[in-house]
């Protein structure tokens, strides 16, 4: 918990806003961009959610609802305007919203991020191959394994089983260019 720079209310240390005098808080390095924009952190998102948060968020720091305060609070908010545009980027496209989970797991604050290892998979590279081989359309069974994939990244996440998390993405993100070419 800390307190309200301005009322000295207790609220939660990842919230950008007191709830009890709404005044704008400095900005705190642990807010993920999930927390930001009032979304749980998971693999799938519900996108009119997310833009209705987002709007919201962008409405309470707008520069017009900030005009009588200090210059400090209107660039703290300018700022949080920032993050939340930065924030619904991230988390609109699913490749880094993906990367924004990695960052969480890695105990980052989800807009840091941090690489994947570029080790080569082989067991998987063949296992492709030989989905490829098998069907006519190749497609179609390349769409099914990133569909348990996806169930996988979701489970090691809840899990934080970073090594499972790192496996799992790392190959849809390998499936991904496949699927779309
Ligand atoms: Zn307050």
Redesign the pocket.
Known sequence: MKQ?E??Y?LMEKTVWQ?A??F?VQPWDDTITPFRLLNIAPHITVDEALLEKNYKTLLRDVHPDSHMNQSPQTQAQAALIASKANKAYDMLRDCKSRFLCLWSILNKKNGFEEVPLSTTKDVPFLMRIMELQEQAADALIPLEEERDRLLIGLQNSFEFFDLERFEQNLSRILYLKKLITH
Do not use: I, V
Request: aromatic share 12%; glycine share 0%; with cysteine.
């Open positions: 309200c301005f009322c209310d007191c009890t005098c005044a």
